[in-house]
């Protein structure tokens, strides 16, 4: 792990330092636990009232950040991007050496570029392609006619199913599937018949899919992931979605078949998205909500609940379902004085 001068993380960052730029920096932490030697960031409002007691050597800061520390500072517009930036240089990810591990099973009727590093046990099928640059890891299997474009990663025990197309610098973490059948069955008298998987999958450049992901193979056609997005782990794509660029999808979330999610959209964790909805380009939905079969859901307030619905319809939903306890007390109270108004006073004796 290489050591760092604050003067060459603020260089790194483009960022204006103030206080030591020549302290030596080897680590990285929270505002909170960060120590000497270790440089941290503050976003927000919390991480600046941490940042009184913090321990850190240097602080990444915005441009108007006003709370007094020893630390030397590296002023910036954006801090996590900046610290994101820092952390790529003092965690550099390990060197892969070019080469095919001797335990490799590799076609001969497949196009492997010298400088490609496939793992141990891997295997790769006839007629796929493997670009400059990549790296497949340990256990991998790639079926044939795959193409890896360049500088794509697949870590340890990802397996892509024949014919899919990934491109470049796209990085699928370990335990995915791509390409598996889709879900596709007809019901034939009393029993289900499969109906055939024969469409493909495409996914664009730079695109990250988490760990233990499945993205299904189109029925007719082509699933696809395009340039940008970002898988958390455990999501399920189904045949035929199309995902946009810059779409943000966080763990646990499903997507049946034929979902289409716009451009820059963004999906909280555990949502299950209906047959052939539509998520619109920019668009929130917050975790655990259940989009149903074929709705649309617009850009502009975040959408929430089960089923999902502008924000603050659900907020002012929950608010009524709260005072419910108290609404029942209120009618069991005026059922009973409605009880007493009618019943009939007792006859006096004569």
């Excluded at 196009?111 to 640059?133: K, L, M």
């Excluded at 499969?194 to 996914?203: A, D, L, R, S």
Aim: charged share 20%.
């Amino acid at each position: 792990m290489p050591a760092l001068t604050v003067a060459q993380i603020a260089a790194i960052c483009e960022g204006a330092v103030e206080g030591e730029g020549d302290r030596l920096l080897s680590g990285a932490n929270t505002v909170e636990e960060a120590g000497p030697d270790d440089v941290s960031f503050v976003a927000n409002q919390k991480a600046a009232e941490a940042a009184r007691n913090s321990g850190a050597g240097c602080l990444i800061v915005p441009l108007s950040f006003e709370t007094r520390h020893t630390a030397s500072l590296i002023r910036v517009p954006d801090p996590r991007r900046s610290f994101a930036r820092a952390l790529t240089q003092l965690f550099p990810p390990d060197q892969i050496t070019p080469g095919i591990h001797p335990t490799a099973i590799i076609h001969p009727e497949t196009e492997i570029t010298s400088n490609c590093h496939i793992g141990a046990y891997a295997t790769v099928g006839r007629g796929s392609v493997i670009s400059a640059g990549c790296i497949v890891g340990n256990g991998c299997h790639i079926g044939k006619n795959v193409f890896l474009g360049e500088a794509a990663t697949l870590k340890p025990n990802v397996t892509i199913y024949e014919g899919v197309r990934i491109g470049r610098r796209t990085l699928i973490h370990a335990g995915c599937v791509i390409g598996a059948d889709g879900f596709g069955f007809t019901l034939a008298g009393d029993h289900y018949e499969k109906f055939p998987q024969i469409g493909k999958v495409e996914i664009g450049d730079d695109v990250e899919i988490g760990a233990n992901c499945c993205v299904d193979r189109a029925a007719l056609g082509v699933t696809r992931i395009r340039d940008g997005s970002k898988l958390d782990n455990l999501v399920h794509v189904a045949h035929n979605c199309d995902i946009g660029r810059h779409v943000v999808i966080a763990a646990q979330t499903g997507l049946s078949g034929g979902v289409t999610v716009g451009d820059y959209a963004v999906l909280g964790g555990q949502v299950g998205v209906g047959e052939k909805a539509r998520i619109s380009g920019k668009a929130v939905v917050g975790g655990k909500s259940g989009i149903l079969t074929g709705q649309t859901v617009p850009a502009g307030e975040p959408v929430w609940g089960i089923p999902a619905r502008p924000l603050r319809q659900h907020l002012k939903g929950l608010a009524h379902v709260a005072r419910l306890p108290k609404w029942r007390e209120e009618l069991e109270q005026i059922r009973e004085r409605i009880a007493a108004l009618e019943t009939p006073e007792p006859k006096r004796p004569e």
